[in-house]
T-cell receptor, first 116, second 115 residues
Framework: AQKITQTQPGMFVQEKEAVTLDCTYDTSDQSYGLFWYKQPSSGEMIFLIYQGSYDEQNATEGRYSLNFQKARKSANLVISASQLGDSAMYFCAMREVNTGGFKTIFGAGTRLFVKA | DADVTQTPRNRITKTGKRIMLECSQTKGHDRMYWYRQDPGLGLRLIYYSFDVKDINKGEISDGYSVSRQAQAKFSLSLESAIPNQTALYFC??????????????FGPGTRLTVL
């Protein structure tokens, strides 16, 4: 079963508008971490934002915020005031703590296109 | 200078050849990882190491081996490369003792093509 689901293979947004990238996850752990990474066309993976399962407040980092709905097991990334440089692939990932060993699982990604 | 570097950045090789991909980091992190990314897919973990004497298999370790030569260096080897190992390979690091945060920082990637 998919542990991380990103249902939007591609998204378009107008420059300066906000956009939400969806991510749902599946875990039976109580303690876990959720991450978003950005991959521009140059290929590198850039860490954007982190949310812990016990964090009561939604994480924010500049124009990025994570809309964490624990009961729904969703961790959507919101990008405010989109810029052309935001065009990239975006990956949601989950780190489970109690599964034994190490496991960070990545979703398949969403490609965001920002239109001028 | 980048905190996590990978060499080479691009490599084209032939089936059956032995290939080594190298990763170095200046972040002072204990934990290092190797992932591969295939088109249209997320990253999948190949191997990880939590310190110099620790090596662990990830999700897709078959056909790969690793060596942790020092805290700052972690190499990935393909003993006999095959075409379905054509992919983008990432090295990553993270800091010990920060679960569940354990944020990973990635190198620039190595694009490997096996003909």
């Amino acid at each position: 079963a998919q542990k991380i689901t990103q249902t939007q293979p591609g998204m378009f947004v107008q420059e300066k508008e906000a956009v939400t990238l969806d991510c749902t996850y599946d875990t039976s752990d109580q303690s876990y971490g959720l991450f978003w990474y950005k991959q521009p066309s140059s290929g590198e993976m850039i860490f954007l934002i982190y949310q812990g399962s016990y964090d009561e407040q939604n994480a924010t980092e500049g124009r990025y915020s994570l809309n964490f709905q624990k009961a729904r097991k969703s961790a959507n990334l919101v990008i405010s005031a989109s810029q052309l440089g935001d065009s990239a692939m975006y990956f949601c990932a989950m780190r489970e703590v109690n599964t034994g060993g190490f496991k960070t699982i990545f979703g398949a990604g969403t490609r965001l296109f920002v239109k001028a | 200078d980048a905190d996590v570097t990978q060499t080479p950045r691009n490599r084209i090789t032939k089936t059956g050849k032995r290939i080594m991909l190298e990763c170095s980091q200046t972040k002072g992190h204990d934990r290092m990882y190797w992932y591969r990314q295939d088109p249209g897919l997320g990253l999948r973990l190949i191997y990880y190491s939590f310190d110099v004497k620790d090596i662990n298999k990830g999700e897709i370790s078959d056909g790969y081996s690793v060596s942790r030569q020092a805290q700052a260096k972690f190499s990935l080897s393909l003993e006999s490369a095959i075409p379905n190992q054509t992919a983008l390979y990432f090295c990553a690091t993270s800091e010990t003792g920060t679960e569940p945060t354990d944020t990973q920082y990635f190198g620039p990637g190595t694009r490997l093509t096996v003909l």
